[in-house]
């Protein structure tokens, strides 16, 4: 096997060539998941602005289609930064590719309840309730969207 | 390796901190499933009142889509806590984004074959049967359902 | 269609046909994942006693593998009711099968840092840590178990 | 497009162009199953001659792992048609490779506790017997197998 030669071509290395990224802490997630337990039984997910999952709670009797739901909605945020939900809804309705394809999307759900958390016009994470209708849902991430929204 | 200083808080610890459930046995399964073979070929799924398998049976001559199919729908009681077929016709049918979106659940399925086994009023576990036409699949459950309804 | 003869035996129902089981709430969860956090930055994930998820948390600077190696070491330790581990490895290393045969049982870690949750002699649920060396992930186990323990 | 040609080759059919396979039926299976409770806290499932699962039981006490660990066992016996555990020991342990490499089999599971179901010398299903020692569900998997066996 032959001896390798390393490429020895020096590259200047300036802010150009990295980018930085704003995500929440696992302390605002929490702040988050606090607010968000408005009287209905939920499970929270929270997942950082890579999409890596920060924080995920389940109320005690929060129905289970909840533990897997919260996560495909919070996925779904921060895979397109749009809320599910009637965002998405308005979106697609009126066009038969995008409404018929939509949901052949990786892990689509139109259910409202999912939303991506900005911070000065950052994608910074996302988060996904399910427990209730889905209007209800969304009412408890209304809740918890106040952490960054203040 | 950091010294780490264990927090020596003590926590009252009271009832509150736990919770109970009651679950249907093998046992009220196996009568379940006896009783739901009323000469449809099938395919029987049970579970318990957290979604874990305690039951499976496959009729001699069901086909074999029966198997998931069962499973699917039981998942789905178990998940929400409510009959598949038309009682979640009934919830979605008139709202745009849950009659479009219910279907982005996972493992959802709108088929009728699916119901929550309630005891007391508690959800101890769920049934999930296909084979037939999905009305067929129904009255099987029905008859299984006996067992905790007499 | 046939039609369906639905056998009209009535069962005497009693208690014996339901079990009940304990189980953590999430209150009990949150103060566990608090007192797991004792300088390591780790993810740590917590079952009931049926394996459904009650929570989860990563730390800001946990490796991005500790959310599934804490989810795998919950799984295992509610799945057999001992810690990974130490306890596993004292009673496979003996046998030549086991010894082998251990990692192929669905999800296996070896790994310390997963351990059920006792409270009364029950299992009631389980917690799992990954982030540091599996011997500090042990001691974050240890610091959290002081909730059941007190 | 072109019109496609359909070939009009004209195939004598006779009895070698099929094959007929042997399985067990739910009533075995049934058997089976009750005869395997021994006093262990066991998953069980039970495969027909082409790996379709006909019966699946998990007692009340088994533990949560012994479910999917179970399938494994069965569906490892059904694909190679000899037992999981000794047998298959035997078979690997004096060959590198086949030591090392027999876990990277889809499915693969070398405790013992997994069992093809021989009738007149035929593949007719295999049963996986899970939530003791492997010793243990050996002991199940030999008491159920006296249905094909008397």
């Known amino acids: 096997m032959p001896i390798l030669a390393i490429k020895m071509n020096v590259y200047l290395f300036n802010m150009n060539t990295m980018i930085t990224k704003t995500s929440i802490t696992l302390e605002t997630a929490k702040k988050m998941a606090e607010l968000a337990i408005i009287g209905i039984n939920i499970s929270i997910t929270i997942l950082d602005?890579?999409?890596?999952?920060?924080?995920?709670?389940?109320?005690?009797?929060?129905?289970?289609?909840?533990i897997e739901t919260s996560r495909k909605k919070a996925k779904l945020a921060i895979g397109f930064g749009i809320p599910t939900g009637d965002s998405w809804y308005q979106f697609i309705k009126d066009d038969p590719i995008l409404s018929k394809g939509a949901s052949d999307l990786p892990g689509f759900i139109l259910l409202g309840g999912g939303s991506p958390i900005l911070y000065n016009g950052n994608l910074v994470g996302a988060i996904g309730i399910s427990g209730g209708h889905y209007k209800q849902d969304e009412k408890c991430v209304e809740a918890a969207l106040v952490v960054v929204n203040s």
Chains 1, 2, 3, 4 share one sequence.
């Open 49 to 66: 602005c890579s999409g890596n999952e920060v924080l995920f709670m389940k109320a005690d009797h929060a129905p289970l289609i909840s």
